[in-house]
């Protein structure tokens, strides 16, 4: 069974980079057809997609957050990453990763694999 | 970007009610819309893909319809452990630029 676990810092400061990390097991994060992405849910609200990555190192951003985001994969250790700069308190919020299988002959994709989410509070 | 709404927002219903949540996109999405469940505390579950495919593992009572702009997500008969949020989700966009509805919120009457 697939598994996905989001690990970092639960406390960041304004101001400052926002580190998580996203450990895959119970499978390859190098199988063709995933991709792995990044998606928070401020507290109270609703679900906003950051961005996603191929194994090769394909990467696709929320054109709101581009700027301040880097998404990298590390497919020695079968884990994906999440950088987020200059944060401030709109950053705070529960952050998932999850898989977005992509079916091609259908042209369509969905997310079928989540963590479990963890908080990052953005404060001094 | 492709913008999603949600109605309602939220609703009350009693267990064996039939449920309907209405998703719809601000330009043609042809099927290339997915519905998740989300319970407090958890992580989103997925539900229906491409619009009408039922996941693996999620009971036949729940439905998907649309194609286009209009989505519904039905449920035949609402039982205790479907109250949750419900949030719709676009995969149309080429590069991906996924977006998820404002979610609805379903709680008991």
């Known amino acids: 069974q697939l598994q996905l676990q989001e690990s970092g810092p639960g406390l960041v400061k304004p101001s400052e980079t926002l580190s998580l990390t996203c450990t895959v097991s119970?499978?390859?994060?190098?199988?063709?057809?995933?991709?792995w992405g990044w998606i928070r849910q401020p507290p109270g609200k609703g679900l906003e997609w950051i961005g996603s990555i191929y194994y090769s190192g394909s990467t696709y951003y929320n054109p709101s957050l581009k700027s301040r985001v880097t998404i990298s994969v590390d497919t020695s250790k079968n884990q994906f990453s999440l950088k987020l700069s200059s944060v401030t308190a709109a950053d705070t919020a529960v952050y998932y990763c999850?898989?977005?299988?992509?079916?091609?002959?259908?042209?369509?994709?969905?997310?079928?694999?989540w963590g479990q989410g963890t908080l990052v509070t953005v404060s001094s | 970007d492709i913008q999603m709404t949600q109605s309602p927002s939220s609703l009350s219903a009693s267990v064996g009610d039939r449920v309907t949540i209405t998703c719809r996109a601000s330009?043609?999405?042809?099927?290339?819309l997915n519905w998740y469940q989300q319970k407090p505390g958890k992580a989103p579950k997925l539900l229906i893909y491409?619009?009408?495919s039922l996941q693996s593992g999620v009971p036949s009572r729940f439905s998907g319809s649309g194609s286009g702009t209009d989505f519904t997500l039905t449920i035949s008969s609402l039982q205790p452990e479907d109250f949750a949020t419900y949030y719709c989700?676009?995969?149309?966009?080429?590069?991906?630029?996924?977006?998820f509805g404002p979610g609805t919120k379903v709680d008991i009457k």
């Open positions: 989700q676009q995969s149309y966009s080429t590069p991906p630029r996924i977006t």
């Open positions: 999850a898989r977005r299988f992509v079916v091609v002959v259908a042209a369509t994709s969905y997310f079928d694999y």
């Open positions: 330009q043609s999405i042809s099927s290339y």
């Open positions: 491409a619009a009408s």
């Open positions: 119970g499978g390859s994060i190098s199988s063709s057809s995933y991709y």
